[in-house]
């Protein structure tokens, strides 16, 4: 009986992304031309603990239901995503273990015990900053998240004279101390944290 109605529930969401489509190109057509740029691909394996941002790209994949399967799901700048039968759920701010538990509890509406898998394609917008008295300040983009101590090494290391016991890193209102001489003696590895998007990193 679910099967008939996931049937009938996915050809109304495709007759439906047809017409919003539709609609799209030709609210477009009056507009000027804008240049698509392809994002690019490549299999990242996340990172624990790194959270789902805006442009993201996801795999989405729900075991024996093929026809609710997406790759390429993009995460919309308002940080929501829509596949067959979940619309515009948010996304950003999740890691991918929540996504999924999100996902199987809406699909458990019309499917038996749905098991989804949600993978990571490619990171569209992680950057971070450092500043301070490194040899290279400034922004560092990456296609994955880097921790605190691989930031400070492709910042080429520490100026003479930096504080190095008094880093910090800026996370919106949020201040989190940073001593290198602690991580270099083994202490506080826990300290040595996944940067977000939108980081910054002082070394004074």
């Known amino acids: 009986m679910k099967r008939t109605v996931l049937r009938s529930l996915i050809a ?51 075991y024996k239901y093929p026809e609710l399967s997406r790759n390429g799901v993009l995460v919309l700048p308002d940080g929501r995503i829509s596949i067959p039968l979940v619309q515009d759920m948010k996304a950003s701010g999740l890691t991918s273990t929540q996504l999924k538990a999100k996902l199987e509890e809406k699909l458990a509406e019309v499917v038996d015990l749905p098991n989804v898998t949600v993978s990571l394609d490619s990171i569209q917008s992680y950057q971070v900053y450092i500043m301070g008295k490194v040899s ?35 996370r919106g209102d949020e201040r989190i101390r940073f001593k290198w001489t602690d991580f270099e003696k083994g202490k506080n590895q826990d300290k040595n944290i996944w940067l977000e998007s939108g980081d910054v990193v002082n070394v004074p």
Do not use: H, K, W
Request: charged share 10%; with cysteine.
């Open 12 to 62: 109304v969401f495709c007759l439906t992304s047809v017409a919003v489509t539709f609609g799209q190109v030709a609210g477009s057509a009056s507009s000027s031309p804008r240049t698509a740029v392809p994002a690019a691909r490549s299999n990242v394996t996340e990172t624990p603990g790194y959270l789902i941002q805006p442009n993201d790209v996801l795999s989405i994949f729900v």
């Open 136 to 170: 290279r300040p400034g922004p560092i983009v990456r296609a994955t998240p880097i921790n605190v101590m691989q930031a400070l090494a492709a910042a080429g290391g520490f100026q003479e004279f930096a504080e190095t016991d008094a880093i910090v890193i800026f």
